[in-house]
């Protein structure tokens, strides 16, 4: 279910991964239906556990937030659609004193598009919310999967027993919306700034 990344495979580290199914809802999906290239917006899906055992690693897989570009000599063909700014988990500690361009998020993992949070207790919820910005204007689906370990030998399944995936859809404008800044507030709202004769 889950590929490792090119920086080596993964396996050795969830060799103690128990086998079995564990029940998983997603009892949240939430990700805005209308967006627009360079306004800020949020992928989120929250995760009940409804089976009787602790789930060894829940993680998530999304394979959808890029898309293939065919034209020659690109040195990869997989370009954004949403650039994420901070992926799931709290935030990660750099290892030198540096400047953050971007916030990882402590959930990342050494494979490919997949979070985890670590283990999910018996009735637990879990939150993972992607931060991202819309750089690729169209009609575009992200799929998810959500996985109960990272090994493969944890399996996560619906109480009908069915995988726990699926899939929400955006639009994303062109141009970003007009807006300005109230003078009175402080906040930002649609609209051109009103003129005065």
Request: net charge positive; aromatic share 8%.
């Amino acid at each position: 279910m889950l590929a490792a990344s090119g920086c080596g495979g993964g396996s050795h580290l969830d060799a103690h991964e128990p086998s079995g199914t564990y029940p998983l809802e997603v009892v949240r999906a939430v990700f805005p239906a209308k967006q627009s290239i360079a306004r800020p917006t949020a992928f989120a899906l929250k995760v009940h556990n409804v089976g009787s055992s602790t789930i060894p690693n829940v993680a998530v897989t999304l394979d959808s937030f890029y898309y293939t570009e065919h034209y020659p000599e690109l040195s990869s063909n997989k370009r954004p659609i949403w650039v994420i700014e901070r992926g799931p988990g709290p935030r990660a500690k750099p290892p030198v004193q540096t400047q953050e361009v971007s916030q990882p998020g402590g959930a990342q993992t050494v494979y490919v598009n997949t979070w985890a949070l670590g283990p999910l207790v018996q009735n637990g919820t879990r939150t993972f919310i992607w931060h991202v910005v819309p750089v690729k204007a169209g009609v575009w689906t992200v799929h998810f999967r959500i996985a109960a370990g990272l090994a493969g030998k944890a399996k996560a399944a619906l109480p009908s027993g069915g995988p726990v995936q699926g899939q929400l859809t955006a639009s994303v404008a062109p141009i970003p919306p007009n807006t300005h800044v109230d003078p009175n507030t402080g906040r930002v709202v649609p609209g051109p700034y009103p003129l005065t004769p």
